[in-house]
């Protein structure tokens, strides 16, 4: 079950200001409704692509601080694959890391990515992350922790919500840039 906007956006937001660690956050809700809102957040992203131009989705707006759909596109694939990896490490999962994954902020984000091209990679991505769902899930161990420098305490669980977060905040900006885009650059 998908968890509803206004709670998923409180927990995240409680997690983000400290209010409650990560590993709480992700406590609140079961696992397979943490992945339901992901897949649901993923299919929103994915209809958002649909339509546009490669004009539209290479797009910075003048004196905004939001990234083209483009950047924010390739950076959530490209972090994509160290949640992918942190997933693995916390189950017992055989499957081989992506060597090529984010340690930072705004890594693998690439300005004026072709508009198909963008389509087919988020695709493939998809298919990527939904497998290692299908490989993780029954073999993770929730009560393994690790401590990360910027989000404390997580487990398998945390990193999904952590994920999910990241996606819902990319897929906010991409939102606001289809909207600029498409009336800076009308189809």
Known sequence: ?????KPFNELIFDAFTKKITWLEASSRYPLTDVIDTFRSIRAAFRRLLNGLTDAQVAYIAPNTP?????????HIIYSQNGYYNQLLDSSAS???HIAEAAQGFGEGAKVGIPAEELRLSLTAATTRIEFAFSQTLGKADLTKTTTNTLFGEVNYAAWLLL??????DHYRQAAVMRRLARAAYPA
């Open 66 to 74: 939001t990234w083209s759909i483009s950047e924010a596109v390739t």
């Open 1 to 5: 079950m998908i968890i509803d906007q």
């Open 163 to 168: 994920m999910s977060a990241h996606e819902v």
């Open 94 to 96: 055989e499957l081989p």
